[in-house]
């Protein structure tokens, strides 16, 4: 027996020793790893990969570049862009990727098991205690397994599937930070462009400029040597035409690298040359138009800014995190089945089935259940209250580049006015100059003063349109629509066009902010009160039905001649409150006539707006035809002011009616003659009206305040409209 057991210790050794040499070595092996940095053959291969990569071929330059070009080609071949796209990408694999999550396991093994002896065990006689002194086996030494097995775990399929949401907000996610960055570069290039079309406008005359302050200072220099002048005369004058060169030099290095940047920003290799579409010089000299309020503005940013619908859909994940861990309290059922193999020779049935069910419940999970419930919740209201921090951001964004926009159009109003006088200064001093009246040195003055003036005229429409970019990017505007029909640069070029000529319109077309926030019981209870206002001034007033508008362009009988009161005879009419005179149109005036019988004496003419500036304005002999609209709202007006007499009023309308074009949208003037009670004097207000709705009438009182101009949009009560009526037909008796 001890020889048996010596025997069996040898042989356990010897199996034993092999297995702890190739463990040492492998420890060691693992001990000896160093550093090593990258040789210079892997170095130069990475670099030719990369560049290989950013120096992709594009589509060639075969005419100057536009501006919708440009940022089509950024779009297409910016670096950033690429990255954003490939995140992108990334998503929506691990997206793809996650679904596979929620499917069962399914796992097939196959195997080999062997050993040096037998499994070979004796049996103990539970009855006596003695062993029953037999050793048997019931496996071979060596065996064969195999295993196809179905596993399914049902809380494993739910935070699966939640995980597949949260990766699927996370593709959103990918794509809104793509859009931000698009927008960025979409500002970038138009301030690169405009900046761009500043240097070549400017360079082309900088180095004659150049070349000829040059040519004075040697001259300067040759008079102060043959002692010509006194001597400090000659210095301060060499001392000038030297600060002069320096300027332009100064200038230069300002303006030389703006091609090169805007050439990055398209992806173009560094140094390439291109040329750039110049704009007309009628562009050059007025700025972009800004049409779209300010409240418009912000609530399209609202429904648009990336940055809050990332957050919207970070909230998502958020829920979806809350109910995984929910999840995670609940017990797991786990549902297997398998089919199974063993080569033992021992066994009745090498082949079999398997089956069955297990479900295990964590009961400590029980204990931590309110807490994770208070935290899951507390980071929903985390990013709710991030989200409603940045929506206020995004307001103040929207304003803050609003009115950076306007106080920019206003200096480069007077930055353009600077720069065409000192166009006339240096034509005045080239001419007295050529007459030898002045010298060399006024000449050169006043064309570097022209053309830093240039430049900075230049310099601020850049800036202005980097302003209107901003509040582009603030309002969160797509310069591409969501989809295409391909991706080629001319189709991207149009695209770019047709997104930056229509964004105004999309952004007027949003409900206002003030709209949103209103109850929705109360838009509903106030929404009935103008259908009874509007039926009481048809039968108290008929006559003013078709004088704002007509439903088509025909022509309006001319009315029999009538007495019509003078403005002054309509002022000495004592009235309490305001009373609006007629609703016309500013092309030509508007007689009021009802072509049909109706139970109210006959219709008497209104006096209406003329252009002229005549205190005594009859209407128009010729038949007059209006201007054709859908609809309008007689309890939207805007008021544009009081004025001492209707003459003045009359001629504030006619300006304003030239500068907006109000004859195009039915747009007409309201006067309103109140007298005063403390020394009798006549007051008149101007008012607008025939406006679609109150959006309508805000977009007109905001071109009105683009003018240096007040107007104010206010809706009549229906004791307003009630009074005014009642005191038209008095007016009209007379």
């Known amino acids: 027996m001890k020889t048996s057991t010596a025997h069996l210790r040898r042989r356990l050794l010897s199996s034993v020793v092999p297995v702890a040499v190739l463990t040492a070595s492998l420890l060691a092996a693992g001990c000896a790893v160093k550093p090593e940095p990258l040789t210079a053959d892997e170095n130069l291969a990475r670099v030719r990969t990369d560049l290989g990569v950013v120096l992709t071929p594009q589509e060639p330059l075969t005419k100057a570049v536009s501006m919708d070009e440009a940022m089509a080609r950024a779009i297409k071949y910016n670096l950033d862009e690429r990255v954003k796209l490939m995140e992108v990408a990334v998503a929506t694999d691990q997206l793809d990727l996650s679904r596979y999550d929620m499917l069962p396991r399914v796992v097939a093994a196959a195997g080999y098991v062997g050993r040096n002896n037998d499994a070979g065990s004796e049996s103990l006689n539970l009855a006596t205690g003695r062993r029953t002194g037999e050793s048997t086996t019931a496996t071979d030494r060596h065996r064969r397994t195999g295993d196809l097995a179905f596993t399914w775990n049902v809380l494993d399929f739910g935070v699966s599937y939640l995980r597949a949401r949260q990766n699927a907000n996370l593709v959103l996610i990918a794509d809104e930070r793509r859009r931000r960055v698009v927008q960025g570069i979409m500002q970038d290039v138009r301030t690169a462009y405009w900046r761009a079309v500043a240097a070549e406008r400017l360079l082309t005359r900088l180095a004659p400029l150049e070349k000829r302050v040059e040519g004075a200072r040697r001259d300067a220099r040759t008079l102060e040597a043959l002692r010509v002048q006194a001597p400090l005369q000659a210095l301060n004058y060499t001392r000038t035409l030297v600060e002069t060169l320096r300027q332009l030099q100064s200038l230069r290095r300002e303006l030389v690298a703006s091609k090169s940047q805007l050439g990055a920003l398209m992806g173009l290799p560094p140094g390439e040359p291109f040329e750039i579409e110049m704009p007309a010089a009628s562009v050059m000299q007025s700025p972009p138009k800004l049409d779209v309020g300010a409240e418009a503005l912000e609530t399209y940013a609202l429904l648009n800014r990336p940055e809050l619908l990332e957050e919207s859909y970070n909230q998502r994940i958020s829920a979806d995190e809350t109910w995984r861990s929910l999840l995670k309290l609940l017990p797991g059922i786990d549902v297997n089945a398998a089919l199974r193999y063993d080569s ?3 066994l009745l049935n090498q082949r079999w089935a398997d089956y069955g069910a297990r479900i295990s419940w964590n009961l400590i999970n029980l204990v931590s259940a309110p807490a994770t419930k208070s ?3 507390a980071q929903e209201e985390l990013i709710a209250f991030r989200r409603q921090a940045l929506s206020m951001a995004v307001l103040s964004q929207v304003h803050v580049a609003v009115l950076q926009y306007r106080e920019l159009k206003q200096e480069f109003a007077l930055t353009a006015e600077q720069a065409d006088l000192d166009t006339r200064i240096r034509s005045q001093y080239i001419n007295v100059g050529e007459a030898g009246q002045v010298g060399e040195l006024g000449v050169i003055q006043s064309e570097v003063t022209a053309l830093l003036s240039d430049l900075r005229r230049d310099l601020v429409l850049a800036d202005l349109h980097n302003a209107y970019a901003r509040v582009m990017v603030s309002a969160g505007v797509d310069p591409l629509p969501e989809t295409m029909a391909a991706n080629d640069l001319p189709t991207l070029t149009q695209a770019v066009s047709r997104g930056l000529s229509s964004w105004q319109e999309r952004a007027n077309g949003v409900i206002r902010v003030k709209d949103l926030m209103a109850a929705p019981k109360t838009a509903a209870k106030d929404a009935p009160k103008p259908e009874p206002v509007k039926q009481d001034a048809v039968k108290q007033e008929p006559v003013n039905k078709p004088v704002p508008v007509a439903a088509a362009p025909v022509a309006v009988p001319t009315p029999a001649p009538a007495p019509a009161p003078a403005p002054a005879s309509v002022a000495a009419e004592p009235a309490p409150a305001a009373t ?37 304005a009859q209407p128009a002999a010729a038949p007059a035809t209006p201007v054709a609209t859908a609809s309008f709202s007689p309890v939207i007006q805007a008021d544009l002011g009081a004025y001492a007499s209707h003459r003045l009023a009359e001629q504030e309308w006619g300006i304003i009616a030239k500068r907006l074009g109000t004859e195009s949208n039915g747009v007409g003037a309201l006067y309103a003659a109140t007298r005063r009670s403390q020394d009798g004097k006549t007051i008149v207000q101007l008012r607008a009206g025939g406006f679609a709705d109150r959006t309508a009438a805000e977009r007109f009182c905001h071109r009105v305040k683009d003018s240096q101009r007040e107007c104010t949009v206010r809706t009549l009560s229906a004791q307003e409209q009630q009074s005014d009526s009642q005191t038209a037909d008095r007016l009209a008796s007379l």
Do not use: D, G, K, R
């Open 580 to 616: 609006p005179f007629v609703l016309a149109s500013s092309a030509s005036p508007v007689p009021a006539s009802s072509p049909a019988p109706a139970p109210a004496p006959a219709p008497a003419p209104v006096q209406a707006a003329a252009p002229a500036p005549a205190p005594t």
């Open 375 to 377: 935290y899951a919740e």
């Open 344 to 346: 033992n020779s021992f």
